[in-house]
């Protein structure tokens, strides 16, 4: 057991690391003067996460070779094929439903150099992501790992128009972060191609299932997620609703 002297300490400590990490948060103000890299700020509500997320993405769409919006799709329990719910009834499940994947997804950024066939980028960005379903635990693709977005398909939709997740070729290659400097990336320990996946809605009628890729922006995050994890970034705390 820790002493006194020692808890407190820690406690000093914690206190400490909450009031500069909220002071760094402050001195941005927005996610319009943020950084694409070297910070992740930290929320304690989604829906602050997701509005960050989203000016961000926004802002790299701008500049960047790619970008792409896919929309959820969903379905009755059991429901193959192309059942899909109507507009109506999907978007009364999106009220009363907490979902770990986006409904609408947006992703943009540069490709890997290797994969690349546009003009060469001085400062190429790979998009930050997270992982929200665990795809293979025993090679660390788990829920809460953090990444980069190496490529997407289709590289792009018609303008103004959103794709859907279920595309039959829509996939993402998601990298671990700590394989970003490798030389040479090996398949399904360094990268994992990404596809859509049906997570049940089980707080709506009927338990439907909600298509759409296991990945969410992870240049905001929520405090839940950030527990007991490495963050190499600049931890910025942004507590709006406390």
């Not at 192309?82 to 999106?94: F, G, V």
Request: glycine share 6%.
């Amino acid at each position: 057991m820790l002493s006194d002297i020692a808890w407190g300490d820690a406690t000093e400590r914690v206190k400490k690391f909450v009031i500069e990490a909220y002071v760094r948060g402050a001195q941005v103000g927005c996610a319009e003067r943020s950084d694409f890299e070297g910070s992740t700020s930290v929320f304690t509500k989604r829906r602050y996460r997701d509005r960050w997320n989203r000016t961000l993405v926004r802002r790299i769409a701008k500049d960047r070779n790619h970008t792409l919006k896919v929309k959820a799709r969903v379905r009755n329990r059991g429901a193959r094929g192309d059942a899909w719910l109507n507009e109506r009834r999907a978007q009364l499940a999106r009220r009363h439903s907490r979902t770990q994947s986006l409904w609408n997804l947006h992703i943009a950024g540069d490709f890997h150099p290797d994969h690349e066939t546009a003009r060469h980028i001085p400062r190429p960005h790979m998009m930050r992501t997270m992982l929200v379903s665990n795809l293979a635990v025993e090679q660390r693709f788990a829920n809460g790992t953090q990444g980069r977005l190496m490529y997407w398909y289709p590289a792009s939709s018609e303008k103004g128009r959103a794709l859907y997740s279920s595309h039959p070729e829509l996939l993402c290659r998601f990298v671990k972060e700590s394989a970003l400097q490798k030389r040479e990336m090996l398949p399904d320990i360094d990268h994992v191609d990404v596809t859509a996946r049906q997570e049940t809605l089980g707080s709506f009628q009927g338990q439907p299932a909600l298509l759409q890729l296991p990945i969410v922006p992870s240049y905001a995050l929520t405090v839940h997620k950030t527990q007991a994890l490495s963050i190499k970034h600049i931890v910025r705390g942004c507590l709006e609703g406390v």
